[in-house]
């Protein structure tokens, strides 16, 4: 009985989920095709501006079937339909225009943060325009991650701050994790994200409920000539040629002594994963 009761109540949580959820929106793009990944339904386009939603960009969008990009090659020019649902972004009616010569710019090797690496000292300002640097955190655990403030996509960037709410929302009761824990967010859009602009983003994010504890929560930027290197250790690729990073996903784990503790490549991380790696390194007593 509890069992049936069980599934109705999930399919009447679905059916008002579907009923509130607003409608997809389709945007047309074109781009050329930087990589594959059939086995996980991947690609990543480089792409330009998309009119009403979001800047040029080169960055990894998911296919229904695998179908859809078999046979695409690096390099390919091609034209899709971005969809936009209230949770997902995904690319569908992918046309190839025009083939390419199988040779494109793949970036720089895509190295990714390992325990133990110890974290560079780049320099960041943050949303009040102040200078504040990764040696800064030293003592603190820290939770770092890359959003940028024009990112329209919901399971990318704005997954993350989410996701980075939630965490402080589980980590309220656990002791020294308000004085001890502090979160971070690096957009990679210097040139857009101004301190202005992310301290009216930060606003949106930080909101808390009556009575919440508050987190150290810093929303900050690079210059835009330091962006590759801090983007490269943190795993991101970096295509110099049109000085542009690859749009995917890092978060990471620092611990007190400043090295890396966990990272996290992309958006099927868990709040409660974080929250536990953090918690592990907070003091015990
Ligand atoms: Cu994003």
Same mark, same amino acid.
């Given at each position: 009985m509890k069992q049936i009761l069980t599934i109705v109540a999930l399919i009447c949580a679905s059916i008002a989920a579907g009923c509130q959820s607003a409608p997809e929106k389709h945007y047309p793009i074109q781009g050329e095709v930087i990589s594959m990944d059939a086995g996980k339904k991947l690609i990543t386009v480089k792409h330009g501006d998309i009119p009403g939603l979001m800047p040029a960009m080169t960055m990894t969008y998911q296919v229904a079937e695998a179908k859809q990009i078999r046979g695409l090659e690096p390099g390919d020019k091609i034209t899709a339909d971005l969809v936009v649902s209230e949770d997902k972004g995904r690319l569908e009616r992918i046309v190839l225009v025009g083939k390419g010569d199988g040779k494109t710019s793949q970036?720089?090797?895509? %190295?990714?943060?390992?325990?133990? #690496?110890a974290v560079p000292d780049f320099a960041l300002v943050d949303q009040d325009g102040k200078i504040i640097h990764f040696s800064d955190y030293h003592g603190k655990v820290l939770l770092v991650t890359f959003i940028y403030t %024009?990112?329209?996509?919901?399971?990318?960037?704005?997954?993350? $701050? *989410? $996701?980075f709410r939630a965490v402080q929302k589980l /980590?309220?009761?656990?002791? =020294?994790?308000?004085? %001890?824990?502090?979160? /971070?967010?690096?957009?990679? *859009?210097?040139? =857009? #994200?101004?301190?202005t602009v /992310?301290?009216?983003? @930060?606003? /949106?994010?930080?909101? %808390? @409920?009556?009575?919440?504890?508050?987190? *150290?929560?810093q929303f900050a930027v690079p210059a835009a000539r330091d962006l590759p290197e801090l983007a490269q250790f943190f795993g991101f690729v970096y295509q110099p040629e049109q000085a542009q990073i690859v749009h995917s996903l890092s978060t990471t784990v620092i611990a007190p002594d400043g090295?890396?503790?966990?990272?996290?490549?992309? $958006? *099927?991380?868990?709040?409660a994963d974080a929250a536990q790696a953090i918690g592990l390194l907070l003091p015990q007593s």
């Open positions: 970036g720089t090797t895509q %190295r990714v943060p390992e325990k133990g #690496d %024009r990112c329209p996509l919901p399971d990318f960037c704005p997954r993350m $701050n *989410d $996701n /980590l309220q009761e656990v002791p =020294h994790a308000t004085e %001890r824990a502090e979160f /971070l967010s690096v957009s990679f *859009d210097p040139e =857009h #994200d101004t301190p /992310l301290k009216h983003y @930060a606003s /949106l994010y930080k909101k %808390r @409920a009556p009575g919440e504890k508050q987190f *150290d929560w090295k890396v503790a966990k990272w996290y490549s992309d $958006n *099927d991380w868990t709040p």
